[in-house]
């Protein structure tokens, strides 16, 4: 693979013989030692050896939901994170009133939210932070719906205010450059007699995630599209088959929720992240539910739902740096543990001290 500049970065393939979890029959790819790339004995290969870039660790806010999210920011990266991710919410760095026919925000919806914004930004700019949006929010543009309108609707109006949604945080995402921006393809109905996406749904999404691709990138915001069990893409597997609906250099990346992977059984993992390496720009570190959790009246995807604190569930963490730096990864690890937020930074810290026994992730921390 090139990484910019002819600059060429070492891809190890996954053996057969892959390591098993820790903790369950599951399995992670486990990748070879080497983490410079070096051309191969015999070649006139005259560059120098490149070291793989790390990559940016950071935490979820969406876990410390009790907390000012602009207050977060100084005590995790204390902690070691050098990335912290954010989901807006009504009254808290949420967008009220919607946009006014320029693109620009509207005066009704100047007030607290836009202020919040600000600050937050400026605290990410003082502690040298980097910044990731969560646009898949709930109860935002709907007081009765937490879920978001899904963005392979049949309904333009309900598939349009998603969009308009997303455009408005890719606007935001601007004004600090380096931030990324990930969204989620909205909740989809199936059953046994309707599976999935039909060839028309893939064709109505792929169209409107072009133009928001097509958007972010006029604005140099990178964006992603995270899977989530009940979404219109509810897997990797399915992000895959979806990329084929986009016309080539089509700017779209993936968000891979390891937990959602889990869940659809995508294992080993490391085959599957290495598999989708070029579209790969954020993956979100979070564990497995814990198991006879009682049934909750939440939409479906991971968001509302109670994740495992990092360290105690299935994952093996130190497999899952290792096969993402020895891959090359270089964008955001967020840890995210959503559902224990009156446990307040005890989480985040906790998590920090499993991720720093992993090579992988304390280098990453040393050298952000």
């Not at 053996?15 to 790339?37: G, I, K, M, N, T």
């Not at 998603?162 to 990324?180: F, K, N, S, Y």
């Not at 939409?299 to 891959?327: A, C, F, H, Q, S």
């Amino acid at each position: 693979m090139l990484l910019g500049r002819g600059i060429a970065v070492y891809r190890a393939k996954c053996p057969l013989d892959a390591e098993p979890f820790a903790h369950s029959s599951r399995f992670v790819c486990s990748l070879p030692d080497e983490s410079v790339w070096e051309p191969p004995k015999g070649s006139d290969d005259s560059r120098r050896k490149v070291t793989i870039m790390p990559m940016t660790p950071g935490y979820h806010t969406g876990g410390l939901l009790l907390h000012d999210p602009v207050s977060t920011i100084e005590p995790l990266v204390s902690m070691g994170y050098r990335c912290v991710a954010v989901r807006p919410r009504r009254g808290i760095l949420a967008w009220e009133n919607g946009l006014a026919a320029d693109g620009a925000l509207s005066s009704q919806a100047r007030g607290p939210e836009t202020d919040s914004w600000d600050r937050f930004l400026d605290e990410a700019r003082l502690h040298r932070c980097r910044v990731v949006i969560d646009t898949e929010s709930s109860f935002v543009l709907d007081r009765e719906k937490a879920a978001m309108p899904s963005l392979a609707d049949s309904n333009a109006d309900s598939s349009q205010a998603a969009l308009d949604w997303c455009q408005h945080w890719i606007r935001m995402a601007e004004r600090l450059p380096g931030t990324v921006l990930t969204l989620g393809s909205g909740v989809w109905p199936r059953d046994e007699f309707s599976p999935g996406l039909s060839e028309a749904d893939l064709e109505r999404l792929a169209s409107r995630l072009e133009s928001l691709a097509s958007f972010a990138q006029q604005r140099g915001v990178s964006i992603a599209l995270r899977p989530a069990t009940g979404h219109a893409i509810s897997s990797v597997a399915e992000f895959e088959r979806m990329c084929q609906w986009l016309p080539d250099g089509v700017d779209l990346g993936l968000a891979a929720d390891l937990g959602e992977m889990v869940s659809a059984g995508e294992m080993p993992l490391g085959a599957r992240l290495q598999r989708n390496a070029e579209r790969l720009k954020l993956v979100y570190l979070c564990d497995h539910r814990w198991p006879g959790q009682p049934p909750r009246d939440l939409p479906l995807g991971t968001v509302g739902r109670d994740d495992t604190p990092i360290g105690t569930g299935e994952l093996t963490l130190r497999r899952v740096t290792e096969t993402l730096g020895k891959m090359g990864f270089d964008g955001p690890l967020i840890a995210r543990v959503e559902g224990h937020c009156e446990q307040g930074l005890r989480i985040p810290r906790l998590g920090m001290q499993h991720l720093m026994q992993c090579r992988w992730w304390r280098q990453a921390c040393e050298q952000a």
